[in-house]
Structures are given as structure tokens and as C-alpha cells.
């Protein structure tokens, strides 16, 4: 029985903030910010833009079948409440049936991969039934601070069945966990704390652990890949952990891959880090476009997730896989966004949703979306869907 994804679609905000303007206004030299961390530009989300109208937009692109819709799982580290899961918003705003199982798993960037493992496993003890997974974030590190330029904002959604139409998933996931303090987030703030360069050497450093042992494990090597996916938290990071086992490749493999991995940081060189769903964010701007892949390629993907977890695993394209891909309609939204000055920017990441039990109004000024909160009266959330 193969078991994979069916189908891809993600959102992101209507806004985004140039970074050779940001590294100005920072007094920083740009090529820092467009060479030596390899971002261009910045989603900046408005406070009416959360996990959840972020997730929802990208689930309304789906095509989801409420009959055998079982499980609907939200990886995120950047939740809305400590109690509730996001999913349940979300089920209400896209209206899905009541008879699915939704939860919301955390473990930073790694959450997503939890989910689509989850969704994975659901789907081999019920193959009649569909699974929605979602990875949503706003990763937020403060104005002026190392972590700016490694911010960003989106959610990539898929549904996991079996015969997939895009990937079928291989059952060949290496993971390792260790307890590290490299990137974590109080309960009272909505900003990370990071070591940064630490942070940098134990993705890298969990790369080299799962990336050895599946090679131990699966007897594949590195030949036996078509393109190698990375966790983007910022796109020279994917290419330092893509350089760190290049030289286990023939010169022409290199070359392939090196060519495969800049087409899978498009998407996030114009978007930033979408914490949970920049691996599978890299993963869509790599099957949008790339015009060299085939059924029966073979594609790797390591996730990282601070704190620290790490998976490496496989997939392969199916036949007919090109139908499933909406490249024009991707590239067309990121090419409507509105381009905000560095001042509008940081008006609108200072606007926020208070931690606190005060009631808040979005500002309309900044409503752009399908979906939008509006604001919290009486500590809860009020959600808007609006009709297309
Ligand atoms: N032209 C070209 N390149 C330049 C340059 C210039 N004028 N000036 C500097 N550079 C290069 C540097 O040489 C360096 O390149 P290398 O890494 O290849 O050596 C690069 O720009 C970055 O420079 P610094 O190391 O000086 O950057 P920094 O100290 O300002 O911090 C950072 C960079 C540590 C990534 C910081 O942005 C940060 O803390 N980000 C948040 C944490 C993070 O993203 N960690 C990633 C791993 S953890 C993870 O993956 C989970 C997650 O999503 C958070």
C-alpha cells in the first residue's frame, strides 16, 4: 500500500519587507542579508493574520473529501493558546465535518514533519480515510535584532491518503532527540530566544547524525537522490547543510544538486522562515520548479526542529504528479503582495495581539486575506471567514 501526499498548497501574507531595504535602514551591509543569509525578501504578517487564517487559507486550497477526512493535525510553535488546538478554529472556518480526530503538536520547526508522521501512520490503520496536515507560523524575533532577518510568516497544508498523487512516502524516517537550549519561547512572550550560531552548528550537527545512520540503515547513498530538501530557517543554512555531504557526490551530482537546491529555496528566499513548514515550503518551490523531475525520483528531506529533534526521510514522485501543481497560481501570490516601507513594517510588527487579558481590534487598515481575526473580546479569539 503506498501512503503519501496527495496533494500541496500554501498561504502567506499580502505584505513582505524588502531586506536590502531592512539591511539599510539596520545599517548592514545588504549582500549580508541577501548572500550571507541568503533571504530576499520578508513576509510581515498584520496582527488579523495568525496560524490559523494563515492554515486555513492554505487548507481552502485542498481539495478535501469531508466523507473521508479522519484526522486533522496542526504543527506549529506558534500557538494561540496553551489549552486549545488551533485545528478547531480552523475545522470551524473552513467548514469541516465534526467527526475527525484534530489536534495541534508542537516541537519547533519539527512539528510539521510530527504531523505528516502522524497522518502517515493513520493512514496505514485506516486507508480509507484522509488525513489534513497543516504547518503554520509567524516566526518573530524582535526590531533591530540578529534573528530580523531570519523572521517570516505562512502555512503550508497537505492531505496524506493512500495512492497518492504528488509523493509516496517512504517508510525509511531516521530520527534523533537530545535535550538542547538552542532556540526555545517563554509562555508570556511571542518573540524567540535563540543562540544563534550554536543553533546553526546543532542543525548542522543533527543533519550529519541522521543522514549517517539512514545511510547505515537503508544501504541508499547519496547517488540514490534527485534532490536533497532542507528545514529553511533561512536559505544558507539549507546550503551549508547541503555542502556539509556534497563532496560524497560525483561532480556532475553536485551540480545536479546544488541546481536542485536553489530552485527549492525560491520560495522561501521571498517568504523567510515559516518554522514547521519551510521544509515543506522547499519542497513546493522545488516541484514547481523544477522542469528535470520524473516519476520514480527520489527526493530527501531533513527536518529540524530546535530543542532539539531531527528526522531524515525519503519520497518519490508518482506518476502524474505534474497535475497535482499549481506553480502559476503560487508564484502569482507572491508577486501581489504589497511591498511595505521599513516604517510601515515596523508599525505593523509593534501592532499586536496583547499577552494579556485586554480586548483588541485589528486594524482594517491591514485586512487582506479569506480569512482574518478580527480581534479578542472577552479573551477569546473572533475569527472571520469571508466568502470568495
Ligand atoms: N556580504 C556577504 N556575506 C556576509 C557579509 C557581506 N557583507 N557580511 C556577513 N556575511 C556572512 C557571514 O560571513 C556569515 O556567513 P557564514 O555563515 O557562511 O559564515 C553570514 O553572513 C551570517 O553572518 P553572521 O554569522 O555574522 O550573522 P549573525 O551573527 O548576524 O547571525 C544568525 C546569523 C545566527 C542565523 C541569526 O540570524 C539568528 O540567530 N537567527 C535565528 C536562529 C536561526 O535561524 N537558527 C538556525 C538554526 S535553528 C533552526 O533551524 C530552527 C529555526 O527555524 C529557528
Redesign the pocket.
Known amino acids: 500500500m503506498t501512503i503519501g501526499i496527495d496533494q500541496i498548497a500554501f498561504d502567506t501574507p499580502a505584505f513582505y519587507v524588502d531586506l536590502r531595504e531592512l539591511a539599510a535602514a539596520r545599517d548592514i ?1 545588504p ?2 542579508f541577501t ?3 541568503g533571504q530576499d525578501q520578508q513576509a510581515v504578517a498584520p496582527s488579523s493574520q495568525d496560524i490559523v487564517t494563515l492554515g486555513a487559507a492554505a487548507a481552502s486550497r485542498l481539495q478535501l473529501d469531508p466523507k473521508r477526512l479522519g484526522l486533522i493535525a496542526l504543527g506549529t510553535e506558534s500557538g494561540v493558546d496553551a489549552s486549545k488546538a488551533a485545528t478547531l478554529y480552523l475545522q470551524r472556518l473552513l467548514g469541516l465535518g465534526p467527526w475527525v480526530r484534530a489536534v495541534e503538536l508542537k516541537e ?2 519539527y512539528g510539521g514533519t510530527a504531523a505528516l508522521m502522524m497522518a502517515r501512520d493513520y493512514v496505514a490503520a485506516h486507508p480509507d480515510r484522509q488525513a489534513l496536515v497543516i504547518a503554520a507560523d509567524i ?1 518573530r ?1 524582535g526590531l533591530a535584532t ?2 530580523e ?2 523572521q517570516g510568516a505562512g502555512a503550508v497544508a497537505m492531505v496524506v491518503s493512500i495512492a497518492p498523487r504528488l509523493l509516496a512516502l517512504a517508510d525509511d524516517s531516521v530520527h534523533y532527540a537530545e535535550d538542547i537550549q ?2 526555545w519561547r517563554p509562555v508570556y512572550t511571542d518573540q ?1 530566544l ?1 543562540r ?2 550554536y ?2 552548528e ?2 548542522l550537527r543533527f543533519f550529519d547524525l541522521v543522514w549517517r545512520r539512514y545511510q547505515a540503515i537503508s544501504g541508499r547513498t547519496i547517488a540514490d537522490f534527485k534532490a536533497l530538501l532542507f ?1 529553511l ?2 536559505t ?2 539549507g546550503l ?1 547543510a547541503l555542502r556539509q555531504v556534497l563532496p560524497e557526490a560525483t561532480a556532475a551530482q553536485q551540480a545536479e544538486l546544488t541546481a536542485a537546491f536553489e530552485t527549492s529555496a525560491r520560495y522561501s528566499r521571498r517568504v523567510g ?1 515559516l ?1 514547521t513548514g ?1 521544509l515543506y515550503l522547499s519542497l513546493l518551490s522545488l516541484l514547481d520548479g523544477a522542469a528535470n523531475l520524473q516519476a520514480g525520483d527520489r527526493l530527501g528531506l531533513f527536518s ?3 530543542g532539539a529533534v531531527g528526522e531524515f526521510f525519503s519520497a518519490t514522485l508518482v506518476p502524474g504528479f505534474e497535475a497535482q501543481l499549481t506553480a502559476a497560481a503560487n508564484l502569482a501570490r507572491l508577486d501581489a503582495r504589497r511591498r511595505l516601507s521599513v516604517a510601515e513594517y515596523e508599525a505593523v510588527f509593534a501592532d499586536k495581539v496583547p499577552y494579556g487579558p485586554a480586548a483588541y481590534q485589528a486594524n482594517p487598515a491591514w485586512f487582506a486575506g479569506r480569512f482574518l481575526l478580527i480581534g479578542v473580546q472577552n479573551q477569546e479569539r473572533q475569527y472571520q471567514a469571508l466568502t470568495e
Do not use: E, L, R
Open positions: 551591509a549582500d549580508k548572500i550571507g543569509i519547533a520547526c516566526a524575533y540578529s534573528g532577518v531570519t538552542d532556540f524567540a535563540a544563534g550560531k543553533s546553526t546543532q542543525y528545514h530557517p533561512y544558507k543554512m551549508k522562515n518554522y519551510s529540524y526542529g530546535s
